[in-house]
């Protein structure tokens, strides 16, 4: 078996990737890392550290111009402004309509993207950290337990039944990811969350926020911030 995990260099494809070397071993895991016109390289360099960390190979893969007409918050060619709060109150706001910061079905794409590289580099299974906190309100649609059904219905089929997605998270919130990776002692050190490019993490948009609370409900700190606690 040879496993393919999409890696953006935070916390749950760096757990994915933990989860799949610790499955099949370094040699049967290759990473897949998507530029798609966000605003920072940050979690590209991440992706990078930690699969060198882990000895595994990161492909890259530009999909930058598919995404050229999107407003989405989180890319360079935006005119909004990254929300500096929790997802709830964004939520609130839209009226359980995507956040802003959603890319336009870009689960989706990465999945049929990383499955034609999948196939083509003999591998068996897509890893990929979807969680229930994501698409909790609606907040990422394509981060749902329905979206991931569906898509790996479709990837199986359309594979010729040999190829299939598995989301180890998905029912899971951002604590259990969190929890899974401390007992697989994962670098979290090395990983990138924040939707800010900048030297340290900006601590007020949602995924920070989420991140944060993750590392607490495990009685611990997120290691980025030990250095500006201490």
């Given at each position: ?47 990078e550290k930690?699969c060198?960390?882990y ?43 995507p ?34 906190d ?18 790996n ?12 997605i ?16 401390l007992e ?7 990983t ?28 611990t ?6 250095n500006?606690?201490?």
């Open positions: 078996m040879r496993a393919l995990v999409l890696c953006s260099g935070g916390i749950d494809s760096s757990t994915c990737l933990a989860l799949a070397v610790d499955k099949y071993g370094k040699d049967n895991v290759v990473a897949l890392s998507m530029s798609y016109g966000q605003k920072h390289k940050k979690e590209i360099e991440s992706a930690i060198k960390y000895g595994v190979e990161l492909y890259k893969l530009d999909l930058k111009k598919i995404f050229q007409y999107s407003n989405c918050s989180l890319l360079e060619n935006s005119t909004e402004s990254i929300p500096k709060e929790t997802y709830a109150k964004q939520l609130e706001k839209t009226h359980s309509q956040v802003s910061t959603y890319v336009p079905f870009r689960n989706g794409l990465f999945l049929s993207s990383a499955a034609s590289f999948a196939l083509s580099k003999d591998c068996d299974v897509i890893y990929y950290g979807a969680h229930a994501d698409a909790a309100g609606n907040a990422y649609p394509d981060c749902s337990e329905a979206f991931n059904n569906a898509m219905t479709a990837i199986y089929e359309g594979s010729g039944k040999k190829l299939k598995e989301a180890p998270f998905i029912k899971e919130n951002k604590a259990g990811v969190v929890k899974k990776g697989l002692k994962v670098p979290y050190e090395l990138w969350s924040c939707y800010e490019g900048k030297d340290e993490p900006c601590l007020k948009c949602g995924t920070c926020i989420d991140r944060m609370k993750a590392f607490e409900l495990n009685g700190v997120d290691p980025l911030l030990k500006s606690i201490n």
